[in-house]
């Protein structure tokens, strides 16, 4: 009993004690109970947080990959385009050697094909359709073109002339009619060798694309040749009707068929030729198949028909719309010439208006030179329609941009028959002068492929035409590369001839244009912003690749032109800080133009930008005295290849860069180029400036870029002149003369000849001097071989690159005006 009351005792103690020490912090188990709760309930919000915040970083980052292929949210600025009745119809498959199509995105396309059967090779060879250098045709190219209403071409197949016209004429509600005319004939210095009874066969078709609503047949009615009848749902019903307007017809054919897609027409009419069993041994009888349908569920969608005649010929195509109900006569025949004629002498009294060559004293040959010019370049305009491929950081693979249209001209129609951002800009400059209307509608369509991060692709391949032209390894387009923003170049030239004459249609186009200038020059300045302020630096240089010499810069449309060796992101580039106070300044026009407010911002850049002294702390060397990118470099690099492994079979070893001595980071200014004149040619240097005298000079000196046809890329002194950057790849930027910078080169010089300073006479004698020789050899090119061309030789003067190039070459016509 005592040993039970003294445990009892002790346990009370116990109890009394561990009261005492419970409230002196000790924890009892109940309370511990409760904090294991308020500890579990604690980490669940961690927790939720946790998985919250991932699923808001993926959320974002899924934000982020749309951000590529969003579009611009804010007005369109281009019109619909049947309110354009006039430049519904067109000739706007630049990359055929004649095709039409409307400004519709799913547009009925029409065009020819043509052939001389006595020489036609298997396969196909020898039929004409798209405008391929391989075809070697001795030339081709708009004599005539206003750009809207006629185009007058020459085509020389030897020792086959062919001679295409146009004609359109409005009326009803679906964009009208329009007749092409195909004269087809031996040229003169050939006709003793030719034999007299020689043929040629003439393919002209229509064809449907697989998201067209419609359909079209083969018909007979309203001509002796079978055409082509049919209902698109912007077209409406229409007819394609044939007449033979001079010449003795062989015989005729068509087929009906079904086409696997647009890029491959020439393929199906080569696969429905047939050899007629009248064929003999001395003449082939070549035929279309027919109708070769198969299956009622099909229907045609692609119809051709051949008209085979001896030479000479003449044949009119007449495109009729059901819905012009008041017309008098078809424009065949008679009437057909005199509408052509008429439309030549309005467009010789226009270019005269505009250009005043004659006034300037030049003969009759070097006019019809500018005039094909300008024509190529407008007869080169486009209508295109799809969706080209882009890629940014947050994508994995490459994606659709939206479907969308545009309206552009291209550089070449044989080599680059779709849009080129940097280069429309250029183009620009001579469409505006033409027609402002028609280059402030293509400046729409460009805008209006804006996305969302205020980019836009350097490149537009859309549409399956297009397409089958891009090699695989350009089809992709990067949202962190930029190409010059040109256009404010256009725009800035457009403010100096119309700012006091703007119509208030164009002020309200200006002013649903400027959200979308706004957000393209933002992203330019955010996105393209160097490592110091105020410098800039392209985007896009492989930092990883030795199969260069020296890593290209796409981005800068400059290419393979020499920067710094290894590419960083300390890289400083003068051409791009050029071209943004370029920018800067021309937002500061339009705002102030426009009413905005926020004119001064653009002001204070530009201002911050063309001041000199910070210009000369990035980019000038004082030991070269030469304006000059920065950078990881060295000019100890060669091409060599790698030695081969003993025993190992089938090596195929490619020739990779040799770095002899280490890279530092340094002003290039060893290199001395198109990249150096920057300053001068975007007239950045001050007027008074001793390095304005110093640029000159150096321009001026046959060992760096003065040649007696224009200036070449990059000096004969620069480490790289003339050299391959791979193996494979040929000089591009690297000393030929390119017609572009020439022609900035010219309008700076003429700038600085009629602005005050000490500089004025030095540079008028070099303008003087540039000036007539890229006019005389271009000329004299254009003469010798019958094309304008992508760039010139340096040594020679003679064209080299693809052929026909009139996209900037064409700026020609703007030297010989002198209207900058």
């Known amino acids: 009993m005592a040993r039970q009351r003294k445990i009892i005792q002790e346990s009370a103690k116990s109890e009394r004690g561990t009261r005492s020490s419970s409230s002196n912090g000790s924890t009892s188990p109940s309370t511990k109970t409760k904090q294991k709760k308020t500890i579990f309930s604690y980490w669940k919000q ?33 019109k619909n385009s049947l309110n354009v009745p006039e430049q519904f119809w067109g000739s706007y498959r630049p990359g055929l050697y004649l095709g039409f199509k409307t400004r519709d995105p799913h547009s009925m396309v029409t065009g020819l094909m043509w052939y001389f059967p006595n020489r036609l090779k298997p ?66 210095q050939y006709k003793e060798v030719v034999d007299k009874n020689e043929e040629i066969s003439l393919i002209w078709y229509a064809a449907l694309d697989t998201e067209t609503g419609g359909f079209i047949a083969p018909t007979n009615s309203g001509t002796d040749i079978t055409g082509i009848r049919g209902s698109t749902t912007n077209l409406g019903d229409f007819s394609i009707k044939l ?64 008209v085979t005649a001896k030479l000479p010929f003449i044949l009119d195509v007449a495109f009729e719309s059901h819905s012009y109900i008041e017309r008098d006569k078809s424009l065949i025949g008679k009437a057909y010439t005199n509408a052509l004629q008429w ?12 250009f005043g060559l004659k006034k300037k004293g030049y003969d009759e040959r070097e006019i019809k030179f500018a005039k094909a010019a300008l024509s190529n370049m407008v007869g080169s305009i486009g209508y295109f329609y799809g969706s080209s491929l882009v890629q940014s950081f947050y994508t994995k693979e490459p994606v659709n941009y939206w479907k969308a249209p545009l309206f552009t001209s291209v550089p070449s129609r044989s080599f680059f028959p779709r849009g080129f951002l940097w280069d429309e800009g250029f183009h620009g400059l001579l469409i505006s002068q033409w027609d402002l209307d028609l280059e402030l509608d293509i400046m729409s369509y460009w805008f209006d492929l804006l996305n969302v991060e205020g980019w836009i692709p350097r490149e537009l391949i859309l549409g399956a035409e297009a397409v089958a032209k891009v090699p695989q390894e350009y089809m992709v387009q990067w949202n962190t590369n930029a190409n010059p923003p040109t256009f404010f170049l256009t725009l800035q030239s457009i403010l100096d001839k119309y700012e006091q004459d703007l119509s208030n249609e164009r002020l309200a186009l200006l002013e649903r244009l400027f959200p979308r200038l706004q957000a393209w020059f933002l992203w330019f300045n955010s996105t393209q912003r160097g490592p110091l302020p105020g410098s800039y630096r392209w985007r896009g240089r492989d930092p990883l690749t030795n ?34 106070a370029i920018a ?137 002149y003339l050299k391959r950057n791979t193996e494979h790849d040929p000089p591009y930027w690297r000393g030929q003369i390119w017609i ?11 700038h600085y ?45 003679e064209g080299s690159g693809c052929r026909p190039f009139t996209g900037w070459t064409a700026l020609v016509v703007l030297l010989m005006s002198e209207k900058y």
């Open 584 to 720: 800067a300044d021309t937002m500061a026009r339009l705002a102030k133009l426009l009413g905005r407010e926020n004119f001064e911002k653009y002001q204070q850049t530009s201002d911050f930008l063309k001041d000199n002294r910070r210009m000369d702390s990035l980019h000038w060397s004082n030991f070269s005295e030469r304006y000059a990118d920065y950078g990881l470099h060295t000019d100890a690099v060669k091409l060599e290849r790698p030695k081969s492994i003993p025993r190992q079979p089938n090596q195929n070893l490619e020739m990779v860069r040799a770095v002899l001595k280490p890279p530092e980071y340094r002003l290039v200014d060893t290199t001395f180029g198109y990249v150096n004149i920057f300053p001068l040619i975007l007239q950045i240097i001050a007027p008074d400036s001793p390095k304005l005298e110093k640029t000159i000079r150096d321009m001026r000196d046959s060992e760096l870029l003065w040649t007696k046809f224009g200036l070449r890329s990059l000096g004969k002194t620069s480490p790289l």
């Open 243 to 306: 007449f033979r307007h001079q010449g003795e017809i062989q015989h005729e054919s068509f087929v009906s068929v079904v086409t696997p897609g647009l890029h491959l027409l020439k393929e199906t009419v080569t696969s429905s030729l047939r050899l007629s069993q009248e064929s003999t041994d001395s003449q082939r009888k070549i035929i279309l198949g027919g109708d070769l349908i198969r299956g009622e569920n099909k229907q045609a969608n692609f119809v051709a028909i051949q």
């Open 46 to 78: 961690i927790i939720v947080a946790i998985v919250t915040g991932i699923a808001i970083c993926f959320g974002y980052i899924g934000y982020l990959e749309t951000r590529v292929n969003t579009p611009f949210d804010d007005q369109k600025v281009a």
């Open 547 to 580: 199969r260069e010499l020296n890593p290209k810069t796409m981005a800068s449309g400059l290419d393979d032109f020499p920067r710094s060796s290894h590419p960083t992101d300390l890289e400083r580039h003068i051409d791009l800080y050029c071209w943004m």
């Open 740 to 750: 572009n910078i020439n022609f900035l080169a010219c309008r700076a010089l003429y």
């Open 123 to 188: 396969g196909g060879d020898g039929i004409r359709h798209w405008c391929e250098q391989g075809d070697n045709l001795q030339t081709y190219g708009w004599l005539q073109h206003d750009g809207m209403h006629f185009g007058v071409q020459e085509i020389e197949d030897v020792p086959f002339q062919l001679n295409t016209s146009f004609v359109k004429r409005s009326g009803g509600s679906n964009g009208g009619d329009w007749t092409a005319r195909i004269h087809a004939n031996v040229l003169p």
């Open 753 to 797: 000849s009629n602005t005050e300073g000490p500089y004025r006479e030095q540079a008028n004698k070099v303008y003087q001097e540039l000036r007539n020789n890229v006019i005389n050899n271009v000329i004299r090119q254009y003469y010798k071989t019958g094309y304008l061309w992508e760039q010139y030789n340096d040594k020679t003067g």
């Open 343 to 354: 439309h030549q002498s309005r467009f010789n009294q226009r270019f005269e208006d505009t």
